[in-house]
């Protein structure tokens, strides 16, 4: 199961990564939010099933689930849409001041 979401995490970081090196603004942001998704699979990958008894005295499961990868993941969620969020109005008032969402045209090089 973890060589099926390592494969994934990989894929979901080269869909991101060629997004991002994109023109359009759109792509970019899109680029982003699908890194975000890949870098909270991986947490979830990493934190997976313990070995060993919880720390609790008088129980004996051998296997249990440790809480702080998925508090890291609920933070990392919510990161995400916020930065998702501001990106989308950033660039929706870009493109209402300069009419586009190319970036070689949003940079100015016709000026230089």
Known sequence: METLMSILVGILFAIGTYLLLTKTLLRIILGTSIIGHGVNLLIITMG????????????????????LPQALLLTAVVINF???????????????EMGTDDTEQLRGMGDE
């Open 82 to 96: 916020a930065t998702t969020a501001l990106f989308l109005v950033l660039s929706y008032r870009a493109y209402k």
């Open 48 to 67: 997976g099933l313990k070995t060993g008894g919880p720390p609790f005295l008088g129980r004996k499961e051998t296997n249990f689930t440790d809480s």
